[in-house]
């Protein structure tokens, strides 16, 4: 296995290591005294390009759990001091650009020096409509990014190193999800030669599995990665360190040692959710509002990030084929409804601030009858984003905003059943409608994507989808549309059978790590080669229907189809397209069967049941097609879902 050279400018000399390599040795059973504690001080560190419009849950949550075991521990919202100097908007733009590494690529110079591959900005003429920022020119945004390359980073690098007590600290912990790598390892680099006695120890999802072991590898101003969750990791480290015992010896970190990197076994994942402590965000508050990025003031808006539970319970039973979360933590875990609570409300008061945002891949089912009811009886006025699966009934839609949910994001990929089939996504597309449905009744935000690109997909599928949009344009448009990523961790990734012919490291990741780096190691976002593709043009209509249902919704007045109902008579007010407007009426039979399937997708069988047999399923069938031929119903199988939303109050 390859050893780090000191020679190499990117790399920390192996004679300024501050912990020699050694053989692995045994932790004592006993824990740290409270002076061998004080004598490792601790800060916690967020680099761009980490949102800068609300606090890191994994920064707080650390703190607070490494505080509950005795270390003097600090937060240094860092990411807020580069938004500060390149003004917030032109940060939210880098933050939300996840293509081509552009935010790792800003940093790469600053953290490998004369290793790093891509000193004279090659990625930007290469590449440079990809690159474009909106609302900048081409020119504009070389220009600026160059800028912000050559002259903000070494700046803000530099006043970091000066400004802050590094002297008084014994370990820096970085956290490194997406672009945090490069900007982490620039500061890491710094402290490391001014600071040769200090550690660093860093995690996060970047460095889950294999991607954190080649880190440890290269990167000489790492000496520990904490590979997995950090809970009970991290201050097991802390504990060795203050012993004097071996840190590598500690389930779940890795180090550099004379053969290479060890790594020892990680931890299990952690199921004591209800022990964490609530995160503690008074750093990023007091940072924030001292730059003049959030205002002072005594309601906030921001967002509080919490977490109640950890994996994904549908992942665990059918991984979505694309998704690439939980690589070694899909086990489901969560809070208890009461603990959840009580985090809400103690939050709340900490930070005056009613709005949050779970940090969770999917909610907890059991809420929908523990938590959220109880938030309602409590009189609770919460502003909650969570996410869900897109099998939501209308029953349980109608709690979550009761509950004070007021934005979901409910992974909805698709409006085609067998693609979805095709994703394991366990829902058909009337379920997906459906839930854009009541979710708008309701008042609640539903953020979107379509997806395509999936092995076994057909032209089809897309134009069968392209056809029914125009139907759907009273519902909430999709946020964005484009082909999948292929993850690393996902199905699409490691199944061998998966349809993916061919894949390599995305473009960018060439551009910010050097040589030594093995690509197919570190990269988590991959370009691929299907065995049997579409062309692109098999989803132009798609994309066109999904842009037309956008500029709908940018109007004054956004489409609506509405439906009024008494027993036996129905009235549907059509305004989904300008010019054609119009209300249809029904009556007796053919009311009754619409209203019959507003709830949810029912088939002809269970309505001509509701309508006590007196009419035979083929009328029923019959009644679908014309509802559909309209445009007024959804035919998903042999199901059929109405599309108009009920007028008045959101029973």
Not at 65 to 77: D, F, K, P, S, W
Not at 127 to 141: I, N, Q
Not at 579 to 585: A, C, K, S, V
Request: charged share 20%.
């Amino acid at each position: 296995m390859s050893q780090v050279s000191a020679a190499d400018p990117g790399k920390t000399p192996a004679s300024r290591r501050p912990i020699p390599l050694r053989p692995l040795g045994p932790t004592p059973s006993t824990g740290p005294s409270a002076a061998q504690r004080a004598a490792w001080p601790v800060v916690l560190v967020a680099m761009p390009f980490l949102l800068a419009d609300r606090p890191s849950i994994q920064l707080g949550l650390l703190k607070a759990l490494t505080a509950e075991h005795g270390y003097a521990v600090r937060t240094l919202h860092a990411n807020l001091d580069f938004a500060a100097r390149i003004g917030a908007e032109t940060y939210r733009l880098l933050c939300e650009d996840r293509g081509l590494m552009i935010g790792d690529w800003l940093f790469s110079v600053a953290a490998f020096g004369a290793a790093a591959p891509d000193p004279d900005g090659a990625l930007l003429d290469d590449f440079p409509a990809e690159l474009t920022l909106p609302g900048y020119s081409a020119h504009d945004s070389r220009e600026l990014l160059l800028r912000i390359r050559e002259r903000d980073v070494p700046a803000y690098l530099d006043a970091l190193l000066s400004d802050f007590a590094w002297a008084e600290t014994g370990v820096v912990g970085f956290s490194c999800t997406f672009q945090q790598n490069a900007a982490s390892f620039a500061l890491a680099r710094r402290l490391k030669d001014r600071f040769p006695d200090l550690v660093t120890v860093f995690g996060g999802a970047n460095f889950e599995d294999e991607m954190g072991l080649e880190h440890v590898r290269r990167a000489g101003c790492i000496d520990y990665a904490v590979i997995g969750e950090g809970d009970v990791a991290l201050p097991e480290l802390l504990a060795a360190l203050s012993t004097g015992a071996d840190p590598g010896a500690v389930p779940g970190v890795a180090c550099r040692v004379e053969a290479g990197v060890s790594a020892a076994a990680a931890q299990a994942p952690y199921t004591r959710l209800d022990d964490s402590p609530l995160p503690d965000y008074d750093e990023y508050f007091a940072r924030a509002e001292a730059l003049g990025l959030q205002p002072v003031t005594g309601l906030r808006t921001i967002r509080i990030p919490f977490e109640s539970a950890r994996g994904c319970w549908w992942g665990a039973k059918h991984h979505c084929t694309f998704c690439g979360l939980n690589g070694s933590t899909m086990a489901f875990r969560a809070k208890s409804a009461p603990r959840v609570s009580a985090e809400l409300a103690a939050q709340a008061r900490r930070y005056r601030s009613f709005r949050f945002e779970a940090v969770d891949n999917i909610v907890d089912t059991s809420y929908l009858t523990g938590l959220f009811p109880e938030l309602a009886a409590t009189g609770t006025t919460y502003d909650i984003f969570y996410e869900v699966k897109a099998n939501l009934s209308r029953e349980q839609l109608r709690q979550l905003r009761a509950g004070g949910v007021t934005h979901l994001q409910p992974g909805i990929e698709s409006l085609s059943t067998r693609v979805l089939a095709l994703m394991r996504k366990g829902v058909r597309a009337g379920q997906n409608i459906n839930v854009l449905r009541w979710g708008q009744h309701y008042g609640i935000t539903i953020s979107w994507n379509v997806l395509w690109g999936f092995p076994g997909e057909s032209a089809d599928d897309y134009r069968e989808q392209a056809a029914v949009v125009p139907h759907l344009v009273h519902l909430q448009p999709p946020v964005g549309a484009g082909r999948v990523w292929l993850e690393r961790f996902s199905p699409l990734y490691t199944e061998a059978d998966s349809g993916v012919l061919t894949r390599r490291p995305e473009r960018g990741y060439r551009y910010v790590y050097p040589a030594s780096f093995d690509l197919d190691k570190i990269a988590y976002f991959f370009e691929y080669e299907l065995a049997d593709p579409l062309p692109d043009d098999a989803y132009a209509g798609l994309r066109k229907a999904i842009e037309d249902w956008q500029a709908a919704w940018a109007r004054p007045d956004p489409p609506v189809l509405t439906y009024y109902s008494a027993p036996g008579f129905l009235q549907i007010y059509d305004g989904r397209h300008p010019g054609t407007e119009g209300t249809y009426t029904f009556e007796g039979d053919l009311a009754e069967i619409y209203l019959a399937c507003t709830d949810r997708p029912i088939g002809a069988n269970a309505v001509s049941e509701r309508l006590g047999g007196r009419l035979p399923v083929e009328a029923v069938q019959e009644a679908f097609a014309g509802f559909a031929e309209r445009g007024l119903m959804f035919l998903d199988g042999s199901s059929a879902l109405a599309l108009a939303l009920p007028a008045g109050a959101t029973r």
